[in-house]
């Protein structure tokens, strides 16, 4: 295939690009076998309380391990082009880097970009496939390698693995069970690379989904909806940005982990109908839904046994909770 013949005339030369823990623990898997030539991420940016600068996770990896590490602001730049040409890379591998690669970029490795894609592609392309696969109630996620052109998670597949999304998966557990599967499956592609046994399977355009980025406010919850809609919101929320409600005098309420009921509830959305060890059980939409784990600001996260001994009268029987 085209583009995909590997030069048999030197060793792979291998440049990464990513950013968060994902990608991190993929680059992981990928130098216990291969060597990096040098890795791309997002500059340091203020994180905490004290907004202090700090280094993206696939920064530290390549640190500890002294790969040589580019942050460009963008890529498009001609003294960034340069840079990159300058290092002779075969591939460009791409995981969740945060930055649009211009087609000036795509052209320089000889062999291609290729990126991993936290999705079962066409099915879900964009920011945040994880999240949206799990608010969907799909019962099955995986991993897709592709050759990157210059659409949005649109270039052919090389290489596809599924898991399946087990009832009480949270997207903190699928991200962890994915960035397993992706790393496998990416040391097993540079492996076919080098073999020369690539092949390329268009998308098929009309099966696919768009998965944009989570927006903060998102987290709100709205008690208007389904417990079963509310339940996968909680789960795919979880470790960001948090579900959350707020009391009746307006105290905001992070709900970590929560349990859709059998049974109707004709009662107001929204309203406390039990509150007891097992849970806070809420009437929504259609259904009822059991809190299982909240938090205050401020403060650890709690179970609703302990919630209940410390403040049980915010969410008392007949109390309401609502969004923003």
Known sequence: MPGLTPNEDHPLRIVFAGTPQFAAGILKTL??????AAVYTQPDRPTGRGRKLGSSAVKV???????PVYQPVKLGDEQVLHGLRDLKPDVLIVVAYGLILPSAVLSIPTIGCINIHASLLPRWRGASPIQHAILAGDKKSGITIIRMDEGLDTGPIIAQAECNIEPRETAASLHDKLASLGARELVRTVREIRAGRITLTPQEDRLATKAPKIAKAQGCL??????????RAIRAYNPWPVAYTFTQNG??????DAQPLAGPSTAEPGSVLRATEEGIDVATGDGVLRILHLQRDGARIVSTAEFIRAFGALLAPGTRLRGA
């Not at 105290?251 to 970590?256: D, S, V």
């Open 31 to 36: 130098l216990a076998q291969y060597a990096v």
């Open 251 to 256: 105290q905001r309420l992070r709900i970590w």
């Open 222 to 231: 709205d008690w208007g909806q389904s417990a079963l809609q509310l339940d």
């Open 61 to 67: 990896v390549a640190s500890e391990c002294g790969i």
